[in-house]
Each structure stands twice: as C-alpha cells, then as structure tokens.
Nanobody
Framework: QAQLVESGGGVVQPGGSLRLSCVGS????????MAWYRQVPGKQRELVAT???????NYADFAKGRFTISRDKTKNAVYLQMSSLQPDDSAVYLC?????WGQGTQVTVSS
C-alpha cells in the first residue's frame, strides 16, 4: 500500500530554517500533484504549498518568499525548505498527494 512519510521537523529559534522531507513508497506520487499542509490544534488545516508533476508551484501568502517546495522524482520525494521561521509557523506539517496523507512532522519555533 502506498504511503507518505515526513521527516525533518524539530525545534528551531525564530529566524531559523528547517528542511522537511516527504518520501512516498509508490511511484504514483511522481505523476500527481503534491502538497504540504500544516495543522495547529484547534485551528483549520491550511495549505502551505503545492507542486504539480510538471513542476508548477503555488504558495500560500504566508509562505511566499520564505518557503520553497521542490520534488525529486528519482527519490519519490517532496521537500519544503523553510526559512525566517517565526513562532506562528509552529505546527504539524503534513504532506499529501494522490489521496494519501503522511503522519506529519512537528515544527516548533521558539526561543
């Protein structure tokens, strides 16, 4: 069964950077658009960025200029490079695609 597994979360100080990874177990993910979302307890899940199979990219307004989504089809992987992180960016970050969701990786921005 296909699945997505995220990694790369952690604790970082304000202004710091993190790179999240999402690896899919099936090649189906290479022919579909992939996305990163984030979830804060008690709040609605929000879309962070998307990347199509052809490489078309879109970002939420809060992510523009700070976050970069990319993918490596040879590794069935999607990445989210995050910089200039702020406490409001603290959340569980999840990747999704082809109807599948990963389990999420926690990002905490705190001094």
């Amino acid at each position: 069964q296909a699945q997505l597994v995220e990694s790369g979360g952690g604790v970082v100080q304000p202004g710091g950077s993190l790179r999240l990874s999402c690896v899919g177990s099936g090649s189906i993910f290479n022919i579909r658009a992939m996305a990163w979302y984030r979830q804060v307890p008690g709040k609605q899940r929000e879309l962070v960025a998307t990347i199509t199979s052809a490489g078309t990219i879109n970002y939420a307004d809060f992510a523009k200029g700070r976050f970069t989504i990319s993918r490596d089809k040879t590794k069935n992987a999607v990445y989210l490079q995050m910089s200039s992180l702020q406490p409001d960016d603290s959340a569980v970050y999840l990747c999704a695609g082809a109807g599948y969701w990963g389990q999420g990786t926690q990002v905490t921005v705190s001094s």
